[in-house]
């Protein structure tokens, strides 16, 4: 079947671009959120809460707030933009300029060898787990040697921080584990964003882009999961923040339709 011309984002509504000032603030506010309760919880000693906490950060940056600032889709001035990617990033201990190099890539060339982020896809599960392991590192000195001047300040900005973080930690454990247990989490948590990212909702085999990257319904996992699976949606558009990835989906469902593509039916 031969692919029909995407839909313009003109015919398909404008409005998918808009932002409210009320979704902005949260989006940014979560992440801080997280990170908050986690040392309320941790200096409490109530581990699980705790770690639940890091888990909720680590996806929420990953899937939502920072995709959404690396695609500078919540209208945010570019100043602005740069500074909370920067710093919702290293909330995680990572870089968020090496992150936006890496996955801007992977919209690019995947199915690519180019596309170092998306090359879990094509691995087995088990070797995706694998590859997790170390990855952060390896995107950043990936990206480095792909990054203009002013992007390396603040991957230097990034890095410094984490290295001065888990000195920190390190040192301050005897007298208490609370900031180096935050160090291990999010450090291991990091190695499931080949398979959480990658692995899960692409397909890297097929020969057309419609069916590269799976396109999933549902009712309430979808917002469970802050709409990341309308990962199809996001590939054809990422232009459209993640608040309205779901509208997105409903206006795309007749083209899709057209050109064979079945959803994923879930809850």
């Not at 979704?23 to 940014?28: A, E, F, L, N, P």
């Not at 888990?55 to 707030?65: D, P, R």
């Not at 870089?95 to 199915?111: K, M, Q, T, V, Y």
């Amino acid at each position: 079947m031969a692919p029909a011309k995407m839909p313009t984002l003109d015919a398909l509504g404008r409005d998918l671009l808009v932002v409210t000032p009320v979704q902005r603030i949260w989006s940014i506010l979560r992440p801080l959120l997280c990170v908050a309760a986690y040392f309320v919880f941790a200096f409490n000693g109530w581990w699980i809460p705790a770690i639940l906490t890091v888990a909720g950060l680590m996806f929420i940056t990953y899937v939502s707030t920072s995709h959404d600032l690396l695609h500078r889709t919540l209208g945010f001035p570019r100043w602005l933009n740069e500074s909370l990617l920067s710093l919702v990033e290293m909330l995680a201990l990572r870089s968020g300029h090496a992150f936006r190099i890496s996955h801007l890539c992977h919209h690019l060339h995947f199915p690519d060898d180019e596309d170092i982020e998306g090359r879990a896809a094509k691995m087995p599960l088990w070797r995706a787990l694998v590859e997790g392991i170390g990855q952060q590192s390896r995107l950043f000195m990936w990206a480095w040697k792909r990054a203009r001047r002013d992007e390396k300040v603040w991957m230097m900005i990034e890095a410094s921080w984490a290295a001065i973080y888990g000195v920190c930690s390190v040192l301050l454990l005897n007298r208490t584990p609370v900031f180096f247990v935050y160090l291990i989490l999010v450090v291991t948590s990091s190695w499931l964003y080949p398979v959480a990212t990658v692995w899960i909702p692409h397909c890297a085999d097929a020969e057309r882009p419609l069916f590269q990257t799976r396109a999933v319904r549902g009712r309430f996992i979808p917002e469970l999961l802050l709409q990341h699976t309308y990962h199809l949606e996001h590939h054809l558009y990422p232009s459209v923040p993640s608040f309205n990835w779901q509208k997105l989906a409903a206006r795309l469902d007749p083209y899709l339709e057209s050109q064979g593509v079945e959803p994923i039916r879930i809850p």
